[in-house]
């Protein structure tokens, strides 16, 4: 009998982190979710309230007490941790927050959530991802590689840290048998879509937003054994947005 392949996803709740699971529970995998919010029964997938961890990545003492309860889920072996839990905070109104006017307490919030749950996440999991010889995919964004209109400074910082991140993450866990990349996705339709993004769609190449489940078929092939030899990427998921 083969194994069944697990993988743990953070903010799977919309979005695509959403088509994520629904693209791996296709495949036959086994699918952890983690998110501040108890399982949603609207979610449409079998199982899914036995497989949720609710967690504050917001918080590191939650985020770091939280691993003990996925490593008993898991099981010792953890084919992929799919880093995809974002905040982007907005101003009064939905304005954008630059590095002006984004207050300290806001920075820490978005750089816990977005950056340092990923690396401790990762640590605090590396045995069972090294028992299964997996992979770790880290979801950035095109913010992180250009002034983005919508994007605060905090999430856009936050994403260029991973970025880099995955770089040193795929130096160190790459001995131990386990891959590192991230993709890059631009504007993609989901619900935290700020008004105004038509006319960004206006300029793209493609002419349209991209869909969570092209995300998600990115994901998928990064953790499958077609990416085998590939490790320390970022690939660009936005319809040519960033040429």
């Not at 260029?160 to 160190?172: G, K, N, P, V, Y």
């Amino acid at each position: 009998m083969t194994e069944q392949k697990v993988m743990v996803l953070t903010g799977a709740s919309r979005g695509i982190g959403h088509a994520t699971v629904k693209r791996f529970g296709a495949e036959g995998w086994r699918v952890l979710t983690c998110s501040r919010h108890p399982f949603d029964p609207r979610c449409p997938w079998p199982g899914g309230e036995q497989n949720h961890i609710q967690i504050d990545l917001a918080s590191p003492d939650a985020t770091i007490a939280a691993i003990a309860q996925i490593k008993e889920k898991v099981g010792g072996r953890l084919h992929a941790l799919v880093n995809n839990a974002g905040i982007s905070p907005k101003g009064q109104g939905g304005a954008r927050l630059g590095a002006l006017d984004t207050d300290l307490r806001t920075w820490g919030q978005v750089f816990h959530v977005n950056f340092f749950a990923s690396i401790v996440l990762a640590r605090g999991l590396k045995d069972e991802l090294s028992a299964a010889r997996g992979s770790v995919v880290n979801v950035t964004s095109i913010a992180g590689s250009r002034v983005h209109p919508f994007a605060g400074a905090a999430y856009a910082t936050s994403k260029a840290a991973l970025s880099a991140l995955t770089r040193e993450m795929a130096h160190d866990f790459g001995p131990l048998g386990v891959r590192v990349n991230a993709i890059a996705p631009g504007e993609i339709e989901t619900s935290i879509l700020s008004p105004g993004t038509e006319k960004i769609v206006e300029k793209l190449p493609l002419r349209r937003l991209g869909q969570p489940r092209e995300v998600a078929d990115v994901i998928w092939f990064l953790c499958s054994d077609q990416s085998s030899y590939v490790s320390g990427a970022e690939i660009e998921v936005n319809g040519a947005q960033h040429v």
